[in-house]
């Protein structure tokens, strides 16, 4: 077992936009370094407003796409060694959960034959017996059973029901990693820490991390053990969640944490005041942050910040931050 379970590193995904001659290239995800490790399973939220890279991030980590730049080793494999890649066995280890779950069953199946296809199609259970058993159990976890769940289809459940089906289904191949995409961004609002509360039962329960993708940051600050933020597809703070939440060490991040505090709020961008987004500034090769920061000096408008380490875990790409690295 290597002892990152997840390595992103330098990773970079440029888009086109606007078509070919007139088109411009729109880096989405700009020179990405984080990393999650094997000995303990934690909860990684990335965190950032709309647009600034986290799908990108994550459906990298997927292999729903090629980074442009740089590489991601899931547990020692580089992605970069097609050769050694078996589609079955990353499916096993990595599962994907959703933002919107009644895209991810058929309207016209109904949900419990997608668990059982799930455990039986990827062989983890031999036999119609065993993957009941198991079924049950990845439901029971969620709060649900098959006796509840079978024979039903989509639109029988609440959306909160079916995103825990949805996660019942992910459990099933016994992942080491989970992917979840704003998971409780469609769902009522008295139930999304329901669904976040199950994130932090079952890292424990099924030793498996978790990366949680979201714009609602109260939810993060709850569940994460460890907080990402993207700001115009760079990376611009991570550390443990509560240290950042506590007190933030990038002026963009402070700007956040100000704007955010009940849980089911979202960051509006007008919440935060920040104007519309602009894919020039994606493109800039300065600190991003520079033409709206409250800090800049001519140093942030000349070149972009490296890593500050602030202390054995935590780091910060700012010239200025806000608080000054552990000696
Ligand atoms: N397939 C694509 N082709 C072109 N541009 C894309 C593509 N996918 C994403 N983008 C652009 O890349 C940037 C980052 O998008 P991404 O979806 O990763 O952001 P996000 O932080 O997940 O946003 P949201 O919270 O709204 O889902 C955006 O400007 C988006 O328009």
């Known amino acids: 077992m290597a002892d990152k379970l997840l390595e992103i590193k330098g990773v970079s995904k440029i888009f086109r936009v606007g078509g070919m001659i007139r088109g411009k290239k729109l880096v ?11 000995d303990k399973p934690v909860i990684l939220s990335v965190v950032g407003e709309s647009g600034c890279g986290k799908s990108t991030l994550c459906k990298m980590v997927l292999r729903l796409h090629n980074p442009d730049m740089g590489d991601i080793v899931l547990d020692g494999k580089s992605y970069r060694d097609k050769k050694s890649y078996n589609a079955k066995q990353f499916k096993l280890e990595v599962q994907p959960i959703f933002q919107n ?13 997608y668990l059982f296809n799930t455990a039986l199609r990827l062989g983890i259970a031999k036999n119609k017996a065993e993957a009941t058993n198991l079924v049950d159990d990845a439901l029971k976890s969620v709060g649900l059973s098959l006796a509840v769940v079978q024979g039903k289809y989509p639109t029988q459940f609440s959306g909160g029901e079916l995103q825990r089906v949805s ?6 191949t016994r992942p080491k990693l989970i992917i979840a995409d704003e998971p409780v961004a469609a769902i009522d609002a008295s139930m999304k820490m329901n669904i976040v ?21 109260s939810t993060a600050y709850y569940v994460s053990d460890y907080i990402a933020t993207l ?5 611009i703070e991570y550390g443990p ?7 933030p060490a990038h002026p963009y991040t402070e700007l956040l944490m100000s704007a955010v505090p009940r849980i089911g709020d979202k960051w509006a961008d007008d919440d935060m005041a920040l104007p519309d987004m602009e894919s020039k500034e994606y493109s800039i090769t300065y600190c991003k942050f520079a033409p709206r920061c409250p800090y800049a000096t001519d140093e942030c408008r ?3 910040p490296g890593e500050t380490y602030l202390n054995d875990v935590r780091k910060v790409m700012c010239f200025h931050p806000l608080i000054q690295p552990k000696k």
Do not use: Q
């Open 241 to 247: 969640a509560k240290e950042i939440m506590d007190e």
């Open 231 to 235: 700001y115009r597809g760079c990376l």
């Open 197 to 217: 509360n199950l994130f932090k039962e079952l890292k424990d329960k099924y030793k498996v991390s978790f990366i949680y993708i979201t714009h609602d940051l």
């Open 302 to 304: 000349k070149s972009r």
């Open 167 to 172: 996660i019942a289904r992910a459990l099933i």
């Open 101 to 113: 779950p009644y895209e991810s069953f058929s309207a016209r199946k109904p949900v419990d034959s």
């Open 28 to 38: 989405a995800v700009d020179d990405v370094t984080l990393s999650i490790d094997n």
